[in-house]
T-cell receptor
Framework: AQTVTQSQPEMSVQEAETVTLSCTYD???????LFWYKQPPSRQMILVIR??????QNATENRFSVNFQKAAKSFSLKISDSQLGDAAMYFC??????????FGKGTRLHILP | GAVVSQHPSRVICKSGTSVKIECRSL??????MFWYRQFPKQSLMLMAT?????????EQGVEKDKFLINHASLTLSTLTVTSAHPEDSSFYIC????????????FGQGTRLTVV
């Protein structure tokens, strides 16, 4: 079975600092997509960043970047220059060939002013 | 990004009644829509996938007679919780996508259902 594991239920970071959220996944597929979603208190799911497994280059979106290690099945999210608005629940997710998104349990990120 | 509107955002219903949740894609044609359920402080669990004009495909363990999904047009899908019970209380989220899995799926703002 395909699984997504986020081992950090909660994390805190000082404003303006950098934080890394961990994610590992398990699959036998070679071609797939990985995502990080943000769910703020409004509960609206927002796509933060997306990575195609066939691309070796790590995806980057402004202050957000990933460290994609395909062999290790690891997909961590780095948030640089953390801002108060980054406080949210972050979900790592995997899209399989059956077109189903499998979500991790999430990491709640607190930003300390 | 594209907008997916989910309505209502909150609903309280009596046990035994049915409630309908709507999911609309406002500025694109959603060939595929997904319905998720999120328990408090937990992740999103896929309930079903629907393609316009076709019957929904339900995930294992999801009662199709209890959670009726209709995707009658390219901009609207509905989830009807029939004969609701308190254990059906949850947060329900839809997402919609135009095209295949190479395109981004956009999420609605969710519906908080409370069955009393």
């Amino acid at each position: 079975a395909q699984t997504v594991t986020q081992s950090q239920p909660e994390m805190s970071v000082q404003e303006a600092e950098t934080v890394t959220l961990s994610c590992t996944y398990d699959t036998s597929e070679s071609d797939y997509y990985l995502f990080w979603y943000k769910q703020p208190p409004s509960r609206q799911m927002i796509l933060v960043i997306r990575q195609e497994a066939y691309k070796q280059q790590n995806a980057t979106e402004n202050r957000f970047s990933v460290n994609f290690q395909k062999a290790a099945k690891s997909f961590s999210l780095k948030i640089s220059d953390s801002q108060l608005g980054d406080a949210a629940m972050y979900f790592c997710a995997f899209l399989n060939r059956d077109d189903k998104i499998i979500f991790g349990k999430g990491t709640r990120l607190h930003i300390l002013p | 990004g594209a907008v997916v509107s989910q309505h209502p955002s909150r609903v309280i219903c009596k046990s035994g009644t049915s409630v309908k949740i709507e999911c609309r894609s406002l500025d694109f044609q959603a060939t595929t829509m997904f319905w998720y359920r999120q328990f408090p402080k937990q992740s999103l669990m896929l309930m079903a996938t629907s393609n316009e004009g076709s019957k929904a495909t339900y995930e294992q363990g999801v009662e199709k007679d209890k959670f009726l999904i209709n995707h009658a047009s390219l901009t609207l899908s509905t989830l009807t919780v029939t004969s609701a019970h308190p254990e059906d209380s949850s947060f329900y989220i839809c997402s919609a996508r135009e095209g295949d899995l190479n395109t981004e799926a956009f999420f609605g703002q969710g519906t908080r259902l409370t069955v009393v």
